[in-house]
């Protein structure tokens, strides 16, 4: 079994940078994707192939994916941001996710 | 417009089975694998497998490769889900999302969710 793994928590300030990392075994060898979960909606793919953005997703939002990590970055975090942001990747012929990360603005 | 709308809410007691169903339009239902997703109340998303809509071949993941089974009708652009011998843990919203098939690939649409609640 693969296993990605995100801090659980992440907090950033209106208007700052925000970073969240997920980690698994040679995940940069693989790809991406991103999905942001807003309370009581279904998840929203927000980067996929590492560093592509979904037509309508906000330019603020990018990826990237190296070695053992890739990671989601929020510039100029705006407090519509706040959600759970989970990463996805596969890994032979199956899907896993990251356990997923609170982004709170404050 | 693509849109899954998945069936409404279901109550069931432990060592039942239930069906889930989603219902696409949109777009052509054979050219897009359809997954199926879950998530047990406060935890994070669990992939339990998809259905590949043109051939019904299938891949679960392992832990639910014994009790859950995917199938489709192209008649009516649907997929379904099974899970048998329900168990409180599976209680639980169930996602299906599209996938659009490429080489690691993601899922660019979702439906709704259905909640399946198992308890005595």
């Not at chain 1, 906000?58 to 705006?78: E, M």
């Not at chain 2, 339990?48 to 299938?58: C, H, K, L, V």
């Not at chain 2, 599209?98 to 609640?117: C, H, I, K, M, N």
């Amino acid at each position: 079994s693969y296993e990605l793994t995100q801090p659980p928590s992440v907090s950033v300030s209106p208007g700052q940078t925000a970073s969240i990392t997920c980690s698994g075994d040679k995940l940069g060898s693989k790809y991406a994707s991103w999905y942001q979960q807003k309370p009581g909606q279904s998840p929203a793919v927000v980067i996929y192939h590492d560093s592509k953005r979904p037509s309508g997703i906000p330019a603020r939002f990018s990826g990237s994916n190296s070695g053992n990590t890739a990671t989601l970055t929020i510039s100029g975090t705006q407090a519509m941001d706040e959600a759970d942001y989970y990463c996805q990747a596969w890994d032979s012929s199956f899907v896993f996710f990251g356990g997923g990360t609170k982004l709170t603005v404050l | 417009q693509v849109q899954l709308v998945q069936s409404g809410a279901e109550l069931k007691k432990p060592g039942a089975s239930v069906k889930v169903s989603c219902k696409t339009s949109g777009y052509t239902f054979n050219t897009y694998y359809i997954h199926w997703v879950r998530q047990a109340p406060g935890q994070g998303l669990e992939w339990m497998g998809r259905i590949n809509p043109s051939s019904g071949a299938t891949n679960y993941a392992p832990k639910f490769q014994d009790r859950v089974t995917m199938t489709r009708d192209t008649s009516i652009t649907t997929a379904y889900m099974e899970v048998r011998r329900l168990r409180s843990d599976d209680t639980a919203l169930y996602f299906c999302a599209r996938e659009p098939g490429t080489q690691g690939s993601y899922f660019d649409y979702w439906g709704l969710a259905t909640l399946v609640t198992v308890s005595s």
